[in-house]
């Protein structure tokens, strides 16, 4: 039907409820996360034999197309399979931690079942070949994430955050079902080769433009760009912190990369128009959120504006359009993934022991439970760009790409953000390592070893990566150039007619 | 046959009323209706492309993909209003600015 | 009775963007199928409301099955949303 990872994910997905009603009459709390870890296991698995098959395949494209260019149609390349992985890999990660995080709630079933959801909406939005198909496995991803964003709903905030994030996710989604029916109207078609082939000759057409800004706007609410970005440091801070890492680490950049795919694709035409766009928002996000970052007072939403600074330096990589950017911005991507996910798991082992996010009383919790405090020194260091750690080299190399593309003006501000950003990271370190304990952390007790295990995994991924980044980076160069070879993605479905 | 021109205008216009309401409106519901709002209006808009694609004709597909949204947009009002009941067991109220808590 | 500002402000934009928009609208022809592929022929159906219905389903089946498919997990997705904000707490310690 669909791809094999992805019909693993949905049909385990739906199966999840069933397994976990069976494990609710038996007694057994835990089966339905490892049934969810399982079952992110085989659709691993069976990404790796998509990936044999996308490797010998021609141009690197496998596709599963009905009638091309009016029906649906999925393109799975080699950046659909590494941005696939991330997602699995990272959502493994959260989900082990979310057997022991959780397990004080209820509801359980409904939250595994939500988060094979939302990997696999994520797994589907790289995957689409075609505009609608996109927008429904958007929705997937969005409705999914708009439940777990309110899951403790028992609780104030995850309410009112999950309101706000669903009304203004939701405007989003409608301003791309505008611009689709915009595109529709000029082309007759919503598929992306189709469309790429045909908008290549609309250079000067002002509706061109204006579904453009649609698109910008409506990929950008969910990217955090920043006048959008409101949503995000609510919904970050009030999702329990597994959903948080995943948001954070992989679904914001879901949206970065879906807009920079369909821009790509789609506005081939108008490119100086939207890669000065792209320059400028990215430059205001970093600032926005570097900015905003050193005036928090709460670890989580510190650490979600963290997330939109560095998805402005993301941005920043894919507007300059070059191999070089667009390698370094996916480098960044899996980095960030890796970094943002150690540093909110760790997070939530500190909120989970003390039950606060007030970094006033966290004082000194990393005395207290020094493994969890090493690990999260290890991710803020790494975060904060320095030598031995993986932070740097994506960091560095999207300057470079910045320098090379001839963007200096955009490149020293991303320098300098980049610098800004160090005082709160080491604020951080200082709070939570160096200081004395207060009350509070002193009654804090050590985190259970099940909850450590993955945040071993990402440290020690975050050291691999510093000291041995060659394999990542060619992975990010060889997803890089599938993504900018527009000619072969055009050609596997309309080379035949 | 009515120009092309006025069906757009109206989608448009649709859209701009959609996000005056999501900026300027207190109850939580209007809210929710000025969502639906906006996915109407790129309803509207594919319904009318595709009815003009030539004369006396129409492209299925259009009709297609409004089908299909219609139904995500049942999606989020329900789930929308799941978490509305929520925010009125806690607060008592339906007024959006009176639980506004969160720092921006 | 008290003035909503933000409402009287916001309506006022408003009600300007909408005419402006519609005047550009009118004014500059939207490009209706300009870049459609003219080796591809849509699959048009006859403007007949008897038959649309039946067409159009036709259509979703032998060309959109994907999405189809995949709208039926979404829709599993809302009900498990659904679900899973309106369980009640019964493991209460």
Redesign the interface.
């Known amino acids: 039907m669909f791809t094999p990872p992805l019909d693993a994910l949905l049909m385990l997905m739906v199966a999840t409820p069933a397994v976990g009603w069976v494990a609710y009459k038996k007694g057994y709390r835990k089966v339905p996360g490892i049934y969810a870890s399982a079952s992110l296991l085989v659709a691993a698995y069976f990404l790796y034999g998509l990936y044999k098959e996308v490797e010998v395949a021609e141009n690197g494209i496998v596709t599963r197309a009905f009638d091309i260019p009016l029906g649906a149609c999925l393109e799975i390349d080699f950046f659909s399979v590494f941005m696939a992985f991330l997602y699995i890999i990272i959502g493994l990660f959260a989900t082990v931690y979310s057997i022991k995080f959780m397990e004080r709630d209820s509801g359980l079933t409904e939250y595994y079942t939500l988060m094979l959801g939302m990997i696999a909406g994520m797994t589907g939005i790289v995957f689409a070949g075609d505009f609608f198909t996109l927008f429904v496995f958007w929705e997937l991803m969005c409705l999914t994430s708009y439940a777990l964003v309110a899951f403790r709903k028992q609780k104030w905030e995850p309410i009112e955050a999950g309101f706000k994030y669903l009304i203004m996710s939701a405007a989003g989604s409608a301003t791309i079902l505008l611009a689709m029916s915009f595109l529709y109207g000029m082309t007759g078609t919503l598929n992306f080769a189709a469309l790429a082939d045909g908008l290549t000759a609309a250079t000067s057409e002002g509706w061109l433009y204006i579904t453009l800004a649609l698109v910008i706007v409506g990929f950008g609410v969910k990217a955090a760009i920043v006048p959008f970005h409101t949503w995000l440091p609510d919904a970050h801070s009030a999702a329990p912190s597994p959903i948080s890492a995943m948001l954070s680490g992989v679904m914001v950049q879901t949206g970065a990369c879906a807009l920079v795919r369909v821009l790509l694709l789609v506005f081939n035409s108008a490119q100086p128009a939207w890669q000065m766009t792209l320059a400028v928002f990215a430059v205001f996000t970093m600032f926005g959120g570097n900015l905003m970052a050193l005036l928090q007072d709460d670890l989580k939403r510190l650490l979600a504006f963290s997330t939109i600074a560095n998805l402005g330096y993301i941005i920043f990589g894919f507007a300059t359009v070059s191999h070089d950017g667009l390698t370094a911005s996916l480098f960044h991507i899996t980095n960030h993934a890796i970094m943002k996910t150690l540093l909110f798991l760790c997070a939530g082992a500190f909120i989970r022991q003390t039950k606060t996010r007030d970094l006033r009383k966290l004082r000194g919790i990393g005395k207290i439970m020094p493994v969890t405090g090493v690990f999260f020194a290890i991710g803020t260091i790494a975060i904060a760009a320095f030598p031995p750690l993986n932070g740097f080299w994506s960091e560095m190399m999207i300057i470079a790409a910045g320098v090379r593309a001839e963007m200096i003006i955009f490149s020293t501000l991303t320098l300098a953000n980049m610098a800004l950003s160090v005082v709160y990271y080491f604020r951080l370190i200082r709070i939570i390592i160096l200081e004395e304990p207060t009350k509070v952390s002193k009654r804090a007790t050590k985190a259970p070893v099940s909850m450590l295990i993955p945040l071993l995994i990402l440290a020690f991924l975050c050291v691999f990566i510093g000291v041995y980044p060659g394999p990542f980076i060619g992975a990010s160069s060889k997803a890089a150039e599938a993504l900018l070879n527009i000619e072969a993605y055009a050609d596997a479905v309309l080379g035949g007619l | 046959m009515i120009s092309?021109?006025?069906y757009?205008?109206c989608?448009?216009?649709l859209?701009?009323?959609?996000?005056?309401c999501?900026?300027?409106k207190r109850n939580?519901i209007k809210?929710v209706m000025?969502?639906e709002i906006?996915?109407n209006?790129?309803?509207l808009?594919?319904v009318a492309?595709?009815?003009?694609?030539?004369v006396?004709?129409?492209?299925?597909?259009?009709?297609?993909?409004v089908?299909?949204?219609i139904?995500?947009a049942?999606?989020?009002t329900?789930?929308?209003l799941?978490?509305?009941t929520?925010?009125y067991k806690?607060?008592k109220t339906l007024d959006v600015r009176k639980?506004r808590?969160?720092r921006? | 009775m008290e003035i909503d500002r933000i409402g009287v402000v916001g309506l006022i934009t408003t009600v300007f963007a909408a005419l402006i928009f519609s005047t550009l609208i009118v004014e500059y022809e939207f490009p209706v199928f300009k870049y459609a592929d003219p080796d591809q022929p849509p699959k048009l159906v006859e403007s007949e409301t008897a038959i649309i219905g039946q067409e159009v389903s036709r259509f979703l089946w032998d060309y959109r099955a994907i999405d189809l498919i995949a709208q039926a997990f979404v829709l599993f997705a809302a009900a498990a949303c659904c679900t899973a904000l309106l369980r009640t707490e019964e493991r209460k310690k």
């Open positions: 092309l021109n006025y757009i205008a989608a448009v216009a859209y701009i009323i959609g996000m005056y999501l900026a300027s939580m809210l000025g969502i906006l996915v209006a790129a309803h808009s594919f492309f595709s009815a003009y694609r030539s006396g004709y129409i492209d299925p597909l259009g009709h297609a993909i089908i299909m949204s139904g995500f049942g999606c989020i329900a789930l929308a799941t978490i509305v929520y925010a806690h607060y639980l808590r969160l921006w």
